[in-house]
């Protein structure tokens, strides 16, 4: 019996990755056929995926430089928020942690239209990469922020600091010496996590983007919706090849990431 249950259970797993991956090995064989109207059979070429370098390698460089953008800032800000919170015992601060969830719960149309009403009149700002790479941000904070914070409170930071207090260790001293190397894993988790849904973020950057700051996901949807359908699988693929290595790159962490089961497809 226990026998036949296990596989049951290998049976429905198998079952779900082929509806998973299917879709994908589906769209990444359009990018490299020939004609997919005719079938691979046909033939297959990287001519589609050199017509999308050609055409949107902006879009490409764009993307990227907007994930490491918004990498960084939320590094800035949220591995220091994701300690305070964490050390943290007043009500305050889970009504803070509590606010900071906001904007991953409000669809993206719409924190990205109350960022147009409130900047949208400031015309350089608007017209710039930084206009997204803001909408990015207060999207993906709270990623970092409880990826970090969640590490912080899996361990006793505030004994190991009056420790390291007690052997005469500065605030600094501490803070590099033992807190970063504690918090580390929740660090990179959470960069990683930032990276790669700030890479396929669509909902925000599609309100946001203007015909000169076009990235990676509205490439792709232009890519579909005006172009043959070999032309916007081909993008696909160079999209995966870009976000893949990420996503192997955060398991091989070997850490968890909070929340990352929410994704943008919102």
């Not at 361990?155 to 001293?173: I, M, N, P, Y």
Request: hydrophobic residues 55%.
């Amino acid at each position: 019996m226990m026998k036949l249950l296990k596989t049951l259970q290998f049976s429905v797993t198998l079952a779900l990755c082929a509806f998973l991956i299917l879709p994908v090995l589906m769209s990444i064989a359009a990018g490299v056929s020939d004609n997919y109207a005719q079938g691979i059979t046909h033939g297959l070429t990287l001519r589609w995926v050199a017509a999308v370098w050609t055409q949107y390698r902006q879009a490409v460089a764009l993307s990227v430089l907007v994930a490491i953008a918004c990498c960084a800032i939320t590094l800035l800000v949220g591995v220091p928020a994701g300690y305070v919170l964490a050390r943290s015992r007043h009500r305050a601060a889970r009504l803070a942690e509590g606010l900071l969830m906001l904007p991953v719960a409000v669809p993206g149309l719409a924190s990205a239209l109350g960022l147009l009403v409130i900047y949208g009149s400031f015309g350089a700002f608007r017209n710039s990469l930084w206009f997204i790479v803001t909408g990015h941000i207060v999207f993906t904070l709270p990623f970092m922020v409880r990826s970090v914070a969640a590490v912080c409170a899996s361990v006793d930071l505030r004994t190991l600091e009056e420790g390291a207090a007690s052997l005469g260790a500065g605030l600094w001293q501490r803070g590099i010496s033992v807190v970063l190397p504690v918090i580390r894993p929740g660090i990179v988790a959470g960069a990683l996590t930032v990276v790669t849904l700030s890479l396929g973020e669509f909902n925000l950057t599609w309100m946001l983007h203007t015909p000169l700051t076009q990235t990676l996901p509205v490439g792709l949807a232009d890519a579909y919706a005006s172009m043959r359908i070999e032309i916007g699988s081909a993008y696909t693929l160079i999209f995966f090849l870009i976000l893949i290595p990420l996503l192997i790159l955060m398991q091989a962490c070997g850490v968890n990431t909070p929340m990352a089961g929410h994704r943008n497809a919102r």
